[in-house]
């Protein structure tokens, strides 16, 4: 009982975070026979965390050197889309082509579903991460305090994700998105429990409350965007609302740290 409880917890680890990351996972670990997408969310936070302070800490580094403000910026950048793959773009990109294209929800899960990028995507992603980037560069000057601030806003984002999971239904029956619809309580407990101890640790109380505030607003408010467009949510949203999140959270740092 013991062994298959470790065994669950040590693949929920390698998967989520093989999940989200681009990290070769697959050569240190590949039995991912007792994974359960819904169940692994207790882990989510701490994934997160690790993401975010790879970030942070890159940031860091390079502002140790002569490089300008802007070159760390978009290099942060690059770094991050390789890290994770473009992951949460290609999802934002997805639903600005589908919302912005189709004109019933069948085209726009079909055009969402076209792994061609069109011209709502491209836009979306140049406006979205030019403030990203202009961000950056603002809070460069934070020097090693931006280390624990993208750490917490990499645990807030992706747990905003899960939003619209909570107040709209998948719509599409066996995607893995799908299967967050039955997210066992205890995963959910430990999951907002940890994002929460983080944010706390990592930021005071009254940041963590704000940035919170924020998050949710944000994963609310496109989640009514999501379900007038197609009436539910998928991966794709998901991935939305986590690069919407983040940059939310880092208008939020420019507004209270510049």
Sequence with gaps: MIFLFVRKVITD???SLSFFSRLPIHYIYNDFHFFSFARSIWIWPF?????GGLEGCFIYTLSFTTLSSSIIAFSALGFHLLLTGCLH????????????GGHNIDQKLTIMKDSRLGTYGVLTLLIVLGIQITSLISLMTLHQKIIPLLTAIAVLSRSSMLIPVFILSPVQ?????????????ISSFIHFTVTISICLYLLNWKFTILYLLVSFITGFLFSLIINNHIKGYNGDCLGAVQ??????LLVTSNLLFI
Excluded: Y
């Design 89 to 100: 773009e290609d999802g934002l990109a997805d639903c600005a082509d589908g919302f912005g």
């Design 173 to 185: 029956s066996k995607s893995m998105a799908s299967q967050l619809d039955h997210i066992p309580f």
């Design 243 to 248: 690069v919407l999140s983040t940059t939310a």
């Design 47 to 51: 994934i997160s965390a690790f993401i």
């Design 13 to 15: 680890f390698f998967s």
